[in-house]
C-alpha cells in the first residue's frame, strides 16, 4: 500500500514522561525547548502526546498523535507550544490504554464536533495491567461517548490512509523473535479477560521525499522493529528517516532490549527519539549503543524531516 510521498513532517513532542533543558539539539533536524521564550513551563507526565504536521503540494495538514494521560498535561503544553486545538485537522489514537486517550474526551468538547479521530476497531476492549503491586485498571475507551463527543470515526483492522497523507499499518504483523507482548497485560473480551495480544496497537507511517519513512507509534507494544519492518513491508521504501515514540523495553529485559537494539542497528534509521514507557535502563543502553543517531524524547522537543 503507497504512502503519500510528503515534502517535509515535523514532530513537535507535547507531552512525556521527560523534560530537560540540557538534552543537546541537532541543528535542522532536532530542536528543544527553550524555556525562557515560552509563554508558561511545561510539563511531563506518564502519557505522550505529539503534533505532527506534514507538508505537500503547499497545503499543510496537523495531525494529534494521542491525547496524554490527561487534560491537565495535555493542554498545558499545547498552550506552552503556541498551539490551540483549532489547528487539529484529524486525531490518531495509538492504541487503547488511557495514558494515551487521556485528554481526548475534553479536546473533542473543545474543538467542536466533526473532528476526525482515527484508530483502531479494537481499542474499545477495556484493559487492564496485573503487577506485583496488584490489578490496574480496567479502563475502556468507550464508542458511544466518542460520537457523543462528536468525533467522526475512522475504524481500521488493516492498513488504511490518514487524510490521504499518512499511513496506518492496522494490526502489526509479527517477524522478530524476540518481541512478544508483555504478560502482565490483559484486555476484556465478551466479560473474559485474556493476554492482551495489542492487536489494537498501530504506527502512523510518513513518506518523506528523499529521507525516507518516519514511523510514530504510541507504546510499541506489539514490538518497534517489528513496526517498523511492517511499515517497510507496506510501503516497498527500506529508508527509515526517523523512528518516534516509547518502546516499551526495560520492562522486558535484557533479550528484547539487546534484540531491539540490533533490530534497529540493522534497519540504520537517520533518527531514533525514544522516550515515554521505554525506560531508563533501555534508554541509557540505547544512548551507548547507538550514539550517532540516538535521542531521548524530551517535552517540547520539534523533529523537523525534510523541507
Known amino acids: 500500500m503507497q504512502a503519500p510521498v510528503l515534502q517535509s513532517v515535523t514532530v513537535e513532542i507535547l507531552v512525556d514522561n521527560f523534560f530537560d533543558i540540557f538534552e543537546p539539539s541537532k541543528p535542522g533536524m532536532v530542536e528543544r525547548a527553550v524555556l525562557g521564550r515560552m509563554p508558561k513551563p511545561l510539563l511531563a507526565a506518564h502519557g505522550l502526546a505529539m503534533l505532527v504536521t506534514l507538508s505537500q503540494n503547499g497545503k499543510q495538514t496537523r495531525i494529534l498523535v494521542d491525547t496524554a494521560n490527561s487534560p491537565l498535561s495535555f493542554f498545558n503544553n499545547l498552550e506552552a507550544m503556541e498551539h490551540k486545538v483549532e489547528e487539529v485537522d484529524a486525531l490518531f489514537i495509538s492504541h487503547g ?27 474499545y476492549y477495556p484493559k487492564l495491567l496485573v503487577t506485583p503491586r496488584g490489578r490496574v485498571g480496567p479502563f475502556a475507551l468507550v464508542r458511544d461517548n466518542l460520537v457523543a463527543g462528536g468525533a467522526q470515526l475512522h475504524e481500521n483492522q488493516g492498513p488504511a490512509l490518514l487524510q490521504d497523507m499518512a499511513l496506518l499499518t492496522g494490526t502489526v504483523e509479527a517477524t522478530t523473535s524476540y518481541e512478544k507482548p508483555l504478560p502482565g497485560f490483559k484486555r476484556v473480551v465478551q466479560g473474559q479477560e485474556e493476554p492482551d495480544p495489542f492487536s489494537d496497537e498501530q504506527a502512523l507511517v510518513l ?74 535502563k533501555a534508554l541509557t543502553r540505547m544512548a551507548a549503543e547507538l550514539p550517532d543517531n540516538f535521542m531521548v524524547s524530551c517535552v517540547g522537543t520539534k523533529v523537523i524531516i525534510g523541507g
Open 207 to 280: 513518506n518523506v521525499a528523499g529521507k525516507g519513512l518516519v514511523v510514530i507509534g504510541g507504546c510499541c507494544h506489539p514490538g518497534i522493529v517489528n513496526m517498523t519492518k511492517y511499515a517497510q513491508k507496506l510501503t516497498g521504501v527500506n529508508q527509515v528517516a526517523a523512528i518516534i515514540g516509547g518502546f516499551h523495553l526495560t520492562a522486558g529485559g535484557d533479550d528484547l532490549i539487546n534484540g531491539t537494539i540490533a533490530g534497529l542497528k540493522e534497519m540504520h534509521p537517520d533518527l531514533v527519539l525514544a522516550g515515554h514507557c521505554t525506560g531508563f
Open 97 to 123: 490504554h488511557p495514558d494515551h486517550y487521556g485528554g481526548l474526551m475534553e479536546l473533542l468538547q473543545r474543538r467542536g464536533p466533526g473532528v476526525p479521530v482515527y484508530l483502531h476497531q479494537d481499542c
